[in-house]
């Protein structure tokens, strides 16, 4: 099956992330496509590669650039939801004339365009968060 | 625009409050973003939901942009089938009267001006959710 993934919450704060990291890895492990992963609202801080959780936690964020590199998975900010929340790539950074930028690997931000696509194309859109 | 060609039934569902948290307006862009893809979309309101359609909505007091005349403009997306759980609305206080009148045009009789707000009971939501395809919820 085709699954499209939706996370909506941040990571630490709320569980989504987390389960939807599980769910990609269990179903692409049963062998499954995964079409894409969309992240949406305070989603898109799972892509911050500032990020520096204590040693002794799980890192959100390489966890999912990890995966991406291992299975060529598409992982997507949003655009719109990023530029508010901070998220910025190299293109970004010069456009808005930011003195870093900070999309982890295996990242990349485009539009909502993304994720109806994603609904469109994949059997299932499956949604984490609340 | 899917390469299938095939339409998709998007439904949205609305369950919080307009302002107090983002969830509401992020719904809208992703409502207006898709509308481009030509899906057979439909938006349902429950919850605390029911208050983004409250008409005369002021936001000046929280100092937050007031983005009640998107749902007006909806219509015009081509967006028509908006849903409202009524026993949500009844639970609040509220009648069709409190929310705002939404409208669209439609050009297969004469751009006559029709209601875009339909009344469901909870029955009739579980079968409006057993039809869709795909399914936001915000």
Same mark, same amino acid.
């Not at chain 1, 799972?46 to 990890?66: A, C, I, M, Y």
């Not at chain 1, 456009?95 to 109806?116: E, T, Y």
């Given at each position: 099956m085709k699954f499209g993934i939706m996370v909506n919450e941040g990571p630490y704060t709320h569980q989504a992330s987390d389960s939807a990291y599980f769910f990609t890895k269990a179903a692409l492990d049963k062998g499954h496509e995964?079409? #894409?992963?969309?992240?949406?609202?305070?989603?898109?801080?799972?892509?911050? =590669?500032?990020?520096?959780?204590?040693? =002794? =936690? #799980?890192?959100?964020?390489? #966890?999912?650039?990890?995966?991406?590199?291992e299975h060529d998975l598409d992982l997507v900010l949003c655009v719109a939801a990023a530029q508010r929340r901070g998220l910025v790539d190299e293109d970004e950074q010069? #456009?808005?004339?930011? =003195?870093?930028?900070?999309?982890?690997? $295996?990242?990349? &931000?485009? $539009?909502?365009?993304?994720? &109806?696509?994603a609904g469109i194309q994949a059997d299932r859109l499956v949604v984490f968060g609340d | 625009m899917s390469e299938a060609g095939a339409t998709k039934k998007f439904l949205y569902i609305n369950r919080k409050a307009p302002y107090g948290t983002i969830y509401a307006w992020e719904s809208l862009e992703v409502v207006l973003i898709g509308a481009a893809f030509e899906q057979d979309v439909s938006l349902l309101f429950m919850?605390?939901?029911?208050?983004?359609?409250?008409?005369?909505?002021?936001?000046k007091g929280i100092g937050m942009k007031n983005f009640s005349a998107t749902y007006s403009a909806l219509g015009d997306y081509d967006v028509n089938k908006i849903y409202v759980?009524?026993?949500?609305?009844?639970?609040?206080?509220?009648?069709? !009267?409190?929310?705002?009148?939404?409208? %669209? !045009?439609?050009?297969?009789?004469? %751009?006559?001006?029709?209601?875009s707000i339909r009344l469901v009971s909870r029955d009739e939501i579980a079968g409006l959710l057993e039809e869709q395809d795909v399914i936001f919820n915000f």
């Open positions: 995964i079409f #894409r992963v969309f992240f949406y609202h305070d989603g898109v801080q799972n892509g911050t =590669d500032f990020t520096t959780p204590p040693q =002794d =936690d #799980r890192n959100v964020v390489k #966890r999912w650039s990890e995966l991406a590199q010069k #456009r808005h004339g930011k =003195d870093g930028h900070n999309v982890a690997p $295996g990242f990349r &931000i485009s $539009g909502l365009g993304q994720l &109806i696509e | 919850d605390d939901g029911v208050y983004q359609l409250i008409k005369g909505m002021d936001t759980d009524k026993d949500a609305l009844a639970e609040r206080g509220l009648t069709l !009267e409190d929310l705002q009148h939404l409208v %669209w !045009e439609d050009e297969n009789e004469d %751009w006559a001006e029709k209601d």
